[in-house]
């Protein structure tokens, strides 16, 4: 069911395939939806890095810019002030676990990288600025190509255009000399889609994971299952944990989530029954 890649993080590879991996989200910001302002202390957010990575987290994703509906975006140099002093004291800490930077903008993923990040996880999917895509391909960097298109023609179907776009993405890419293999595509739940769309995109992301990319879906807390369940944020984890099957069944690989330790459990409950459970543990 699960299509195998590995990608290339410098000496070490990062294998994906049947076993699904969690990215757990750490926002080094004061204003994202559902977190902000937990862990934009260099102290906190090291905590909180090291608690995903004992409740199960495969990848740390760090991000130092909101980007909630409505939110206002930040200089380069006010996003570094935020994410390097936590990429730094992360390297330090020496969590164990592959650490991506959350940015749209090159003269960030630039900084990040040399200071240890090992993935870039693009919301624009390099159509912001392209000389990020100029940045991963001179450090082979694995890239996640995420869908936002604020001016996509709603009339049309929303995969078709999401594959469109991801035609562009993957072009820039490609174009800076960044091999496919080093490619990730993320649909961009809540970005540029209305309630229905969501549902519509969950239901059909098996057509995003045909196009022969890795696939990593972030619908952790999104206003659509606020909107479905008529909860606040923090009260969505159940909610998430089922979009998180849902989208694993259907072939997807990372999972981005602020709730690790709900979401890694229900995921080694699919993967026991997909692929068959491992030795049991004592209790």
Known sequence: MH???????G?????????PLVMG????????????????HVADAVA???????????????????????????GAQVELDRVMPVLDALQEAKIGKPVSIDTYKAVVGHQAIQAGATIINDVWGFQRDPE????AA????????????????????IVSEM?????????????????KGQILLDPGFGFGKNYEENFTLLNRIDEICALGYPVLV?????????????????????????????AYTKGAHIFRVHDVRENYDALQVAHATIYGPPPAKDI
């Open 25 to 40: 989200i750490l926002n080094a910001t004061p204003d994202s939806f559902s977190d902000g302002g937990d862990h934009n």
């Open 3 to 9: 299509k195998s890649f590995s990608l290339q993080m």
């Open 138 to 157: 001179h450090y082979n960097t694995p890239s996640i190509l995420m869908h936002w298109d604020p001016n996509r023609d709603t009339s049309k179907d």
């Open 163 to 179: 594959k469109r776009y991801f035609n562009k993405s993957v072009q820039i890419a490609e174009d800076a000399g960044l091999i």
């Open 132 to 135: 990020l895509a100029d940045v």
């Open 218 to 246: 972030g619908f952790s807390r999104k206003s659509s299952l606020g909107k479905l369940l008529g909860v606040e944020p923090k009260e969505r984890v159940a909610a998430t944990g089922a979009t998180t099957l849902l």
């Open 11 to 19: 000496d070490k590879t990062l294998e994906l395939g049947p076993k």
């Open 48 to 74: 909180q890095a090291t608690r995903m990575v004992e409740a199960g987290a495969d990848i740390i994703d760090v991000g130092g810019e909101s980007t909630r509906p409505g939110a206002n975006e930040v």
